[in-house]
């Protein structure tokens, strides 16, 4: 069955080092790769898309990797801050039809000053 | 622009209670879809929508039912309530690309609704 996997552990940083977020995918083939970042209490907003023809993609202090061959996306942040904290949630396309995301369980993110 | 909103914020319902949870959004979008998010599962694809007029099922339909009557409205129904749909739910939009293929188009989504089943 379709799969994906996020860290569920928060990851704990210290402010101005960079973030490494993990996405695992198992039996998909996805076309493209989205990242979300949610705030508590509210609902998730997009941050960076890649496709599967695409290794890297940077906004800001945002890189986001894709390796359809390991069947990973890497997220990271660069030069943290404690603005930064958030659940960060990476979503696949599975079925083409209706613009479908799956979503994984997210990782929770704390940077601290 | 209001972007994607959504009705009521919270609600309570005892077991049994039907419910309609309404999202609005005014970006024109065609595709409309309800999640719903529990502790450790992620967001989970309820019902969506391509199109006015138009709804399927997506993961988890059992329990739900959904329509689509306007282009900006897509409306979330609980006929009887389970405290297992206990649960934030949330609604999302995106547009299509050119010629209707859908390119990978971000998600909009609404602030939630915090749903309680006693």
């Known amino acids: 069955s379709q799969k994906i996997e996020q860290n569920s552990e928060a990851l704990n940083i210290q402010e101005g080092k960079t973030a490494t977020l993990t996405c695992n995918y198992t039996n998909y083939s996805p076309a493209y790769l989205q990242w979300y970042r949610q705030d508590p209490g509210r609902g998730p907003v997009f941050l960076l898309l890649i496709r599967e023809n695409e290794k890297e993609k940077r906004k800001e202090r945002l890189k986001v990797t894709f390796d359809t061959t390991l069947k990973q996306s890497l997220f990271h942040i660069t030069a943290s801050q404690p603005a930064d904290s958030a659940t960060y949630l990476c979503?696949?396309?599975?079925?083409?039809?209706?613009?479908?995301?799956?979503f994984g369980g997210g990782t929770r993110v704390l940077v601290k000053p | 622009n209001a972007g994607v909103t959504q009705t009521p914020k919270f609600r309570v319902l005892k077991t049994g209670q039907s419910m309609t949870l309404l999202c609005a959004q005014d970006m024109n979008h065609e595709y409309m879809y309800w999640y719903r998010q529990d502790p450790g599962m992620g967001l989970r694809l309820i019902h969506y929508?391509?199109?006015?007029?138009?709804?399927a099922k997506g993961e988890v339909p059992d329990g739900y039912n959904v329509s689509r009557l306007k282009k900006q409205n897509f409306l979330l129904g609980l006929e009887s309530a389970a405290p297992s749909q206990t649960s934030v739910y949330f609604c999302?939009?995106?547009?299509?690309?050119?010629?209707?293929?859908?390119?990978?188009?971000?998600?909009?989504f609404g602030p939630g609704t915090r749903l309680t089943v006693l």
């Open positions: 999302a939009s995106s547009e299509i690309g050119p010629s209707g293929f859908v390119l990978g188009n971000e998600q909009f």
């Open positions: 929508s391509v199109g006015e007029g138009t709804t």
């Open positions: 979503a696949l396309r599975g079925e083409a039809a209706g613009n479908k995301l799956t």
